[in-house]
């Protein structure tokens, strides 16, 4: 019997103790919540469909000639549609992540700066930013590897390893 006592013990001390977690936890996920909506969605969904539809429409044109401007509206808002619903559902796992990572102050921190003009202007060029790192970095990769690689196996040639990449 005394065994069970303990593990009951044990199982109602770490519920007590698990409570202000969880309380921190579901505060820190609200406010996960509310930075995911002020910093992807728009921006993102956005993003997607400037990069991709271009691509796209002349395609359908090309397959249906006969389509009215108004028809092409229609096609375009649908691809908004889905690429917003399922953008939404890639997102969705998105607050848990950075409740796990931050507290809820910090969060709150991080939705304030997203508010502020200086972050507002990071969203928007943000993914110039990004776009022109591949470019640089697509452009200088294979050159880095080589260097990477070349140091790695003059290192490892130092202890009598041969690398062979």
Known sequence: MKPIGSVFAAAVLAAVLWQPAAAQDAEALAV???LVAETTMDGMVGD???RTWPAMEPEIRR???DASAEAMKGF??????IVTERTGELMAETPAVYARHYTAEELRQLVAFYRSPVGRKSLAVMP???GDMVKIATA???MVTAEINEAFRTKM???GVEIPI
């Not at 375009?76 to 549609?81: E, G, L, N, Q």
């Open 48 to 50: 997607i469909v400037a």
């Open 128 to 130: 110039a930013i990004v």
């Open 140 to 142: 200088r990769m294979p």
């Open 63 to 65: 397959q249906l000639p």
């Open 157 to 159: 040639r130092k202890k």
């Open 32 to 34: 996960a919540r509310e």
């Open 76 to 81: 375009r808002a649908d691809y908004v549609r």
